[in-house]
């Protein structure tokens, strides 16, 4: 079978989904690790014309969409499933998935994640305090309507599915933040996320580890 090449920044955590996913399955693949800023260049607007990242090439196969690339790998290596076949339980992990990407990427990744993690920690500027104030209603929303859908011990029941590898790379960056730690306490979403930073796929791709593979900036 052709080679899985990803390409994407080290750290982000719609790259680590993806990664998350192959490491689950098992299934060799190649990160081809771009700098920061380096999606918005030509050489990658021509795999992706939105300028994001991940993409996916799969031999001549070429795909981008996060959502797309995890349920590509899911239908291409059927072991272990990571979408049951009960009709309810993937409705669950479709809610789950629309409320990573639409409302946890905005209001939490972008707004408070992003300034404690990749404008401090990593860039070594000053975040926006100010922006992560105004991000913390949001954010609370965010985690309370998590916590009110969520089975355990994964998202949805016992069996661990795309939704909870598009939702732990935004939470465990969530979680190494001060208002993170603050607003999930000890409740379900940081014992889920205990749980899923036990896993091997998490520890073989945790933000230190990516940072190794991370090229510096031209």
Known sequence: MAEFIVHGIPGSPFVR?????FEEKGVPYHLAAMAMGEHKKPEH???????RIPVLDHGD???YETQAILRYIDELFPSPALQPKDVKARARINQLIGI????????IS???SRERIVVALLLGGKPDEAKIAAALP?????VRAIEKLMGAPFLVG???TIADLM???????FAMSPEGKTMMGKGKLMQWLERMEARPSMQHTTLAKMREKMPKAA
């Not at 949001?138 to 965010?142: F, G, K, R, T």
């Open 45 to 51: 607007m021509a795999r992706h014309p939105f300028g």
């Open 110 to 112: 972008a707004a408070i």
């Open 17 to 21: 989904s993806v990664l998350l996913c």
């Open 100 to 107: 990573s990407d639409w409302y946890v990427r905005t209001d």
């Open 167 to 173: 939702m732990a790379p935004h939470i465990s960056y």
């Open 138 to 142: 949001a954010a609370e929303v965010c």
């Open 158 to 160: 016992d069996q661990l």
């Open 61 to 63: 196969f070429r795909l």
